[in-house]
């Protein structure tokens, strides 16, 4: 429920200290090994990116991080926008990977339907 704006995400099972953010669009999309990434980034039109202060997140030795998100600001290119009931956004992490090799990765995606 938007109205409760109490929303977590979380991934885990990623490189063990690996920095990464999350990363957030109304349309899904598909995009294979963008920047020469192992993974496929699953967003397409505006993607907002959470990079404030205490955004940017490290797996530590668990190989996992988490993100308390404020649904009234929604990071989007230009500026922040309020989730609305009805929408649905989706969600996925960018991070740091050096298995095999130094580059990036993406997790899964994410969509929700925000009620």
Do not use: E
């Amino acid at each position: 429920m938007v109205a409760a704006n109490d929303v977590a995400l979380a991934v885990d099972w990623i490189s063990s200290n690996a920095f990464g953010y999350f990363l957030v669009s109304a349309m899904p999309g598909f995009v294979a090994f963008p920047g020469g990434s192992q993974g496929n980034l699953c967003l397409d039109g505006a993607i907002g990116r959470f990079v404030g202060a205490s955004q940017i997140q490290n797996s530590g030795p668990g190989g996992f991080f988490t993100l308390a998100i404020d649904l009234t600001q929604l990071p989007q290119p230009t500026s922040f926008v309020t989730v609305q009931p009805g929408q649905t956004w989706s969600f996925q992490a960018w991070y740091r990977d050096a298995n095999p090799t130094p580059t990036s990765n993406f997790t899964d995606v994410v969509a929700i339907s925000f009620q």
